[in-house]
């Protein structure tokens, strides 16, 4: 059985499978909605319900309150339609912003390597090659285990049908723990993709501020690389931040990307080296880094955060500081359960 959804103010309307949540069908039909956590528990996926009957799924009573309920709010990434449904939502308009619908993916592992003590790099061959905006993400079923999981494509588009993911491990994570200790080469993986609403504003012409840390390098390299071969002359830094010089990956990259192109700036940051330790760069975190290489005057830059929540939220503080506001700060989208239930500043509207 399938219903019919029409997404205000768009006047669009798609068709919805039974126990298919709104948020898939739309994102699946080339529509994009805002969404974070996907877990019902950040709300950023809030709708109206202007017409027609939702069940409200798995959604947090803290993220869609009795009170909303009532007044025919529903989260889109949790429900799912009893009948034909009109929704109202929340929808910006952005001219650097691909439409590429959903779909499903397989393919083979093609290699896995230790990037980190804790991250691992996996590369997948798909069988076809999977369209994508630099700066997207894809969801991963794990195994035989049924659920799946997002990752950053670490790759730019133009490398093809092989994709890239940075993996680092979660304590207690089943998901992360299984692809770094049971997923072999030539395993076969099932793949979602491209989601995500992070990209370069390559229209406005700004300088690109990138801060990463862990992890979170896989959306700024894809973008960077991206734009490097686009023989961008935009002025690019990447300041990156790990805690010490065995967990720094790809920093011989993207020395020799710097040295190559003089429009690219790379500012490595490590928190915890030791101090007996050969390491002649910044000592320190992202934040301070970027603070000191700029002199505290972001001003005219286009800002793109990725990492850690506690990073994110002393970046954003910094880049306000130095006069960068929220019009021009951006951050990775999707979120894990633990990220969604922390306390957000309510200074800044994620994206």
Not at 2 to 10: A, F, G, K, M, Q
Not at 86 to 112: K, L, N
Not at 246 to 274: G, M, Q
Not at 289 to 302: Q, Y
Request: glycine letters at 8%; proline letters at 6%; one cysteine or more.
């Amino acid at each position: 059985m399938s219903y019919e959804l029409t997404i205000e103010p768009l006047g669009q309307t798609i068709s919805v499978e039974d126990e298919q949540t709104i948020l898939d069908a739309c994102l699946r039909a080339g529509i994009w909605l805002p969404h974070a956590c996907c877990h019902g528990l950040c709300a950023t996926c809030k709708v109206q319900v202007v017409d027609g009957d939702v069940e409200h799924g798995d959604a947090s009573p803290f993220a869609l309150m009795d009170f909303e309920r009532d007044e025919r709010k529903t989260l889109a990434c949790c429900a799912t339609l009893q009948s034909d449904v009109t929704i109202e939502a929340d929808i910006d308009e952005e001219p650097d912003a691909e439409i590429i619908p959903v779909r499903d993916f397989e393919g083979s592992i093609s290699r896995i390597e230790d990037l980190t003590p804790t991250i691992k790099g996996i590369w997948v061959q798909l069988d076809e090659a999977m369209h994508f905006q630099a700066g997207q993400y894809v969801n991963v079923t794990i195994g035989e285990l049924g659920f799946s999981r997002p990752f950053s494509l670490a790759n730019p588009p133009a490398t093809g049908s092989e994709i890239e993911l940075n993996v680092r491990i979660v304590p207690g994570g089943v998901g992360t723990a299984w692809l770094h200790q049971q997923l072999q080469v030539g395993d076969r993986v099932k793949i979602a993709g491209p989601y995500g609403r992070f990209f370069v504003r390559k229209s406005a012409s700004s300088p690109s501020l990138f801060m990463a840390g862990g992890s979170g390098l896989s959306s700024p390299r894809s973008m960077i690389l991206d734009l490097l071969e686009a023989d961008s002359d935009q002025p690019i830094t990447l300041v990156y931040g790990q805690r010490s010089m065995a967990e720094l990956y790809y920093h011989d990259e993207f020395t020799a990307l710097a040295a190559k192109y003089p429009n690219f700036t790379y500012v490595p940051a490590l928190s915890n080296e030791p101090d007996s330790s050969n390491w002649s760069g910044f000592r320190g975190f992202v934040h301070d880094a970027a603070k000191a290489h700029f002199d505290n005057d972001f001003r005219g830059h286009k800002a793109y955060l990725c990492g850690p929540p506690l990073m994110i939220d002393a970046c954003i503080t910094t880049l306000m500081q130095g006069r960068l506001f929220e019009r021009d700060i951006y951050q990775e989208k999707f979120l894990s359960a633990a990220d969604a239930q922390q306390v957000r500043s309510p200074l800044f509207k994620k994206i």
